[in-house]
Structures are given as C-alpha cells and as structure tokens.
C-alpha cells in the first residue's frame, strides 16, 4: 500500500496545480486531471445509486465496478500506468448479456427516469459518457491504454441495463418517451 494521508489538506494546489501519481505537477484544468477527475464523479454517482434500495446482485455488481473505476482513476493519474485490460471488458459484456437477457427489446426510447435508484444510474450512464469523451480527448495528446476507453464505452452500454432492471424493481416499468405527445 503506498503512503497514507495523514494530513488532508497540503497547500500545493493553492495556486492552481495538482500532483500526479507520478510527482509531476500539472494544472488544474489539464486533461489528464479532468479524465481521472470524471472518473471520480462517476465512481460517487455509483456510490449514489448503492445508498438506494437496489437487488443483492446490483449491489455487489456496483460494488466491483466502484473498485473498478478506482483503478482506472489511478491508472489515469500515473502517465504510462496501466491496470485495466481486454479481460476487464470481457466481465462487463458478459454481465451485460446475462443482465440483459429477460429484458424486453426496446420499442421506444426510455427517459433518464423513474425512481430514485433508477434515476441516479442514468445519471451515472451519462457521467460515464463523458468521462469516455475526457479520456478520449486525453488520448489526443498523450498515449493511454486503450483498454480504458473500451471499458468505459462498455460500461456506460451496462450502466444503461442495469437501470432498465431498476426500474422493474422500483416501479415495474420504465418511463418511456412520447414522440408523438402534444406539446402544451
């Protein structure tokens, strides 16, 4: 385990700048920060929908993926770092399809909504896509794992059946968009 904070706030980021894992100091608003910092705020949107009323195995699947994306945030923090691999990818599509496969095929488009376990892993889907996008645009200018973006794209894919199963066990169905409602 590497070193422990015994002391949270250290004054260095006063001005601006922040710590790498690697030592290095770069700006706040450096890519690399905004990629793993992204990935932080998806990882508190999962904490979200776990501190809701959700099944065993969401639970325990929300769990591994929080420890997933802290990976992937050290990952990103330490330039040339890796940690997650094709194999990473492989489990999400696997829970994916096992998920997936008593759902009914979608007919219409579903709204971000519903109840509040529901609701919030929408949300995490669309912190998710960001975070994508952050990481992609990071891989514009400096080498990342590719493993990363693909893990990520999957997982938002994920994120988006596991909150078709939370609106079965919060409200039976899923808010669906009217295209052709009337406007008031």
């Known amino acids: 385990m590497g070193n422990r904070l015994s002391k ?46 959700i099944p065993a195995n969401i639970h325990i699947l ?31 599509e ?19 909504a519903g109840g509040m376990a529901t609701s919030h892993c929408h949300l995490a889907r669309s912190i998710c896509r960001r975070a994508e996008r952050r990481v992609y645009s990071l891989s514009k200018q400096q080498t990342v794992n590719l493993a990363a973006l693909t893990y990520l794209n999957r997982l938002s894919d994920l994120l988006f059946v596991v909150a ?7 409200n039976g169905q899923e808010v669906l968009w009217q295209a052709d409602r009337k406007k008031s």
């Open 8 to 53: 949270i706030y250290t004054r260095t980021g006063d001005k601006g700048t922040t710590g790498l894992g690697d030592g290095t100091r770069v700006e706040k608003d450096d890519i690399r920060v905004e990629a793993f910092g992204t990935i932080d705020e998806l990882n508190s949107s999962l904490g979200t929908v776990l501190a809701c009323d």
């Open 62 to 92: 929300l769990t591994d993926l929080q420890h997933d994306l802290f990976d992937l945030g050290g990952e990103l923090c330490i330039p040339g770092h890796t940690v997650l691999s094709d194999a990473d990818t492989t489990r999400l």
């Open 94 to 112: 696997n829970k994916l399809d096992e998920l997936n496969a008593d759902l009914p095929a979608l007919k219409d488009f579903i709204l971000p």
């Open 164 to 170: 078709r199963q939370l609106a079965r066990h919060e």
